[in-house]
């Protein structure tokens, strides 16, 4: 059995899946996924989950994860600011910032 599929992302960056799709790749409805990016393809696995509340423990990497992007986020002001006050060029900020950010 085949099934093509093919989602757009919404505005929210929610995928829905088919429930026939779900059901082909032995997803169920109270399934715990890890969903992963990788050159543009979406990669979504059935999670390995051992703890008692999973939902829990998402949601602490999840904020763990929103304070490491706030952290990076405040290198590269300050990044930038420095550079600024240094007397650099716009161009030369944006460089730096793309070479931090790739």
Do not use: W
């Not at 409805?29 to 696995?45: A, F, H, K, P, S």
């Not at 829990?56 to 930038?80: F, G, P, S």
Request: proline share 2%.
């Amino acid at each position: 059995m085949t099934i093509n599929c093919f989602k757009t992302v919404s505005a929210k960056g929610s995928i829905y899946l088919p429930v026939a799709l779900r059901k082909f790749v032995g997803i169920h409805e109270e399934d715990v996924v890890q969903i992963t990016g990788r050159g543009g393809i979406i990669l979504i696995n059935k999670a390995e989950v051992t703890a008692e509340n999973p939902v829990e423990v998402l949601q602490e990497d999840i904020q763990k994860e929103k304070e490491n992007a706030e952290k990076e986020k405040d290198q590269i002001k300050n990044r930038i600011k420095q550079l600024l006050s240094e007397g650099k060029s716009l161009d030369e900020v944006l460089d730096e910032v793309l070479r931090f950010l790739f």
